[in-house]
């Protein structure tokens, strides 16, 4: 179940770390997970965003937005730099921009994105980045500070509460992962993802 719990963290946004992230304080230091069966490579078609014109800035991004859920994130940050030379940059562009680098590996890139979004609306979304790039490290000391600065920003956001309780736990803070954990499991009921992290618990 840990190394379960960690692929599956190793995953995301609004996943739990890297598809996810992560971070350390008396962390057990784990072998790095394999990629889980349902997240193998899947055959790929023709991205939307290949075909779309993608002249309504918005469209555009919800499509990006979709590469990035498919794991296609190399084609999602190619998207986000034709998109803004076609349209400019904006807040949403650099947090979509920091998820992919992050995703795809280049975590230094991403973190320097994250910080320029920590004084903006999407500050939350900034510090989830964050925590699941300490995570990714095993550093989960740092993840639970960074992943509970959002968790006050986005009280409500399941995979973010689940990724705070999961670095709580590899951090040795069992009692301080029940909240969170227990309310990312209420938030959503039928996440996998979640309900193994709170089986871990």
Request: charged letters at 15%; aromatic letters at 4%.
């Amino acid at each position: 179940i840990a190394l379960l719990s960690l692929g599956l963290l190793l995953q995301g946004c609004a996943t739990v770390w890297p598809a996810g992230a992560g971070t350390a304080v008396a962390e057990p230091r784990a072998t790095p997970p394999t990629r889980p069966a349902a997240m193998a490579a899947r055959p790929v078609a023709e991205p939307a965003a290949a075909t779309a014109t993608p002249d309504n800035r918005q469209t555009y991004l919800a499509v990006i937005e979709q590469l990035s859920r498919d794991g296609q994130h190399y084609a999602a940050y190619a998207h986000l730099q034709a998109l803004e030379a076609r349209h400019g940059g904006s807040p949403e562009v650099t947090l979509l921009k920091a998820d992919a680098l992050r995703a795809s590996g280049d975590t230094q890139t991403a973190a320097t994105l994250y910080g320029a979004l920590l004084d903006t609306p999407l500050a939350a979304r900034a510090y989830h980045g964050l925590g699941l790039i300490a995570g990714a490290r095993q550093d989960f000391a740092t993840a639970a500070l960074l992943l509970d600065r959002a968790a006050t920003r986005d009280p409500t956001h399941a995979g973010l509460l689940s990724d705070l309780g999961y670095a709580l736990l590899l951090s040795g803070r069992p009692e301080q992962a029940r909240r969170p954990l227990l309310t990312a499991a209420e938030l959503a009921p039928q996440d996998a993802r979640i309900q193994a992290n709170l089986a871990l618990y």
